[in-house]
């Protein structure tokens, strides 16, 4: 299954369980040919398996907290876990005290039901776009992964492992690029939220006034649904599909978008504007 929406439909028909969602990221966490190792500073294997066992007890009951309850995700390492230290990628907090609760935003995913597999590897302390880490390990890029290309970070092992089906999604931070840029060296999306939309209590800054809480997954639908749990949302539901027949959008002319862009973005830029023109 691909999307968040696909998990949710399966798990109300029956189809599949969240135990079994959850062994199956867990399984491509540990395998030795993949990127978990370097993917995750720590996997929550034991912990998740009793939380999709209990979700589909639950489920099981008609008494499940939501529609996505047991679906599983992971959190970047500068969240505040509860029982856990937050070493944000580092190498001197690794056995700093463990946080005595979990950040808004973690416990607002918790209290929907879905399933914290692990903590993704990061930047060292956020401070950097090209996802290198010299304590825990660089994961690699899906594409060219043979030649080991860059992830982009400082979300790195968010998105290495959103893209390589490690969970159905997770939450990484942004303060000048660090959803976006690994979110397209990964081929995932992600994004930049409004600062201060959604809670950053109980996150590791890199600088207050301008980081934000994203989603980085591997389709805007579920970017979107995630995003409206960690903004408060208590019943999110997924978005519909919006015609485009119609719609106007603008694009800024003479600007950093555009001045200077390299070549093959360029024209991947331009084919995008095409597509949308041509479908109204």
């Not at 294997?45 to 996505?68: I, T, Y």
């Not at 690794?94 to 914290?116: E, H, M, N, T």
């Not at 000048?176 to 930049?192: E, I, T």
Request: aromatic share 4%; net charge positive; hydrophobic share 45%.
């Amino acid at each position: 299954m691909q999307h968040i929406a696909d998990a949710a439909a399966a798990l109300a028909s029956g189809r599949v369980s969240a135990e079994a969602l959850v062994d199956a990221a867990l399984d491509r966490i540990a395998d030795p040919g993949g990127e978990g190792q370097r993917a995750f500073t720590a996997v929550h294997a034991k912990a998740a398996r009793a939380e999709a066992r209990a979700m589909d007890a639950l489920r099981h009951a008609g008494r499940a907290p939501s529609p996505w309850a047991g679906i599983p995700i992971t959190v970047k390492d500068l969240f505040d876990e509860h029982g856990h230290p937050t070493p944000a990628g580092s190498a001197v907090l690794k056995d700093a005290p463990a946080a005595s609760q979990d950040a808004p935003v973690v416990a607002r995913l918790r209290r929907q039901g879905f399933v914290i597999l692990g903590r993704t590897n990061m930047v060292e302390f956020a401070f950097s776009g090209l996802g290198v880490n010299p304590h825990y390990g660089t994961p690699r890029s899906p594409w060219d992964r043979a030649t080991g290309r860059l992830p982009g970070g400082s979300s790195s092992g968010a998105a290495v492992a959103a893209a390589d089906h490690m969970g159905f999604g997770g939450l990484g931070t942004d303060t000048g690029g660090s959803c976006r840029v690994p979110a397209a060296l990964c081929g995932v999306v992600g994004y930049k939220p409004t600062a201060k939309r959604v809670p950053i209590a109980g996150v590791l800054p890199l600088a207050p006034s301008l980081d934000s809480v994203g989603p980085l997954a591997r389709s805007v639908a579920c970017c979107a649904l995630l995003d409206a749990v960690v903004s408060g949302v208590e019943s999110p539901q997924p978005v519909a599909p919006r015609a485009l027949a119609g719609l106007r959008l603008g694009l800024p002319r003479r600007t950093f978008l555009t001045d200077d862009i390299d070549t093959t973005v360029g024209n991947a830029f331009q084919r995008a504007l095409s597509r949308l023109s041509a479908a109204g």
